[in-house]
């Protein structure tokens, strides 16, 4: 089954209790404390995933990721760090990619995710679901801050400065636990290429290229698809980044810009396949 171009996005309500929360919160965004029960069917053409209200951010990123669609061949292989509930995983299969590697370490919405397979009986044999951290390292035992509304990351810092709005407002518990670590160079040795690796892991994307094998990875990814975060108030590691990947011989071509927010998206294509 082909989604083809993105036409619509249609929301179906699960539950009618929580109408005028939602109305509430979409006029005056205000939020009752008890809107995680507020849960929603999102129709992506074929592919369906249920949301909660909080999750609704992640149809902005999930719409620039798909703009890079020509790059999803018949036997493409996806690699989704920050997989998340399942979304961008799900759109992938459903454009014909023959797998799709998704790593997800967040307890609360590996759930959603789980679910969100089971809503696509006829994708969820071509996704493979890792709860896996993405880190330089393999096997290692790291603490990880989760909350149920998906916010999460590895950096206790990262939460308390860059979403105390949302945490404060909405009441949110913050949760920590230890999560197993797998690298990028052990992924890159599960298959026999990445024609797209998207990454979006809060802050966590300078980590993963340390200690990276650098030919292989110049051999087996074609297109980065990233989410930069400015976790130094600079944009210092996000320009770094970019540099050190530019030397690997990736070109960009398209890029936000750095701005006044905490995160823009960048994509990246080896330049060995650019014809």
């Given at each position: ?63 620039e990721y798909l703009e890079f669609q020509r790059f999803i061949v018949r036997d493409a292989i996806i690699v989704d760090i920050g997989a998340y509930v399942g979304d961008y995983s799900l759109a992938m299969a459903a454009l014909g990619a023959k797998k799709v590697l998704a790593f997800e370490p967040q307890k609360s919405v590996l759930k959603l995710f789980k679910l969100n397979l089971r809503l696509n009986p006829q994708l969820a044999n071509k996704i493979e ?147």
């Open positions: 089954m082909v989604l083809g171009r993105i036409k619509y996005l249609q929301l179906a309500k699960i539950d009618p209790r929580n109408y005028y929360a939602f109305l509430k919160y979409i006029v005056k965004f205000k939020i009752r404390k008890k809107i995680d029960t507020c849960q929603f069917i999102v129709y992506l053409n074929s592919v369906k995933f249920k949301l909660i209200l909080l999750n609704f951010g992640i149809l902005r990123d999930l719409l679901l890792y709860p896996y951290a993405v880190s330089s390292k393999d096997n290692e035992e790291i603490e990880f801050y989760d909350t149920m509304y998906g916010i999460s990351t590895i950096f206790q810092s990262w939460l308390a400065q860059h979403h105390k709005t949302e945490i404060h407002t909405f009441n949110i518990q913050v949760n920590k636990y230890y999560v197993k670590t797998i690298s990028l160079n052990t992924i890159l040795k599960l298959v026999e290429k990445i024609d797209v690796l998207k990454i979006d892991i809060e802050g966590a994307e300078y980590l993963i290229f340390k200690n990276l094998d650098e030919e292989l990875f110049k051999k087996k990814v074609r297109l980065i698809v990233m989410e930069l975060h400015n976790i130094d108030h600079r944009w210092l590691r996000a320009k770094i980044l970019i540099n050190y990947l530019t030397k690997l011989g990736f070109k960009t071509i398209k890029f936000e810009g750095f701005n006044n927010q905490t995160a823009t998206i960048i994509s990246l294509e080896n330049s060995k396949f650019i014809s």
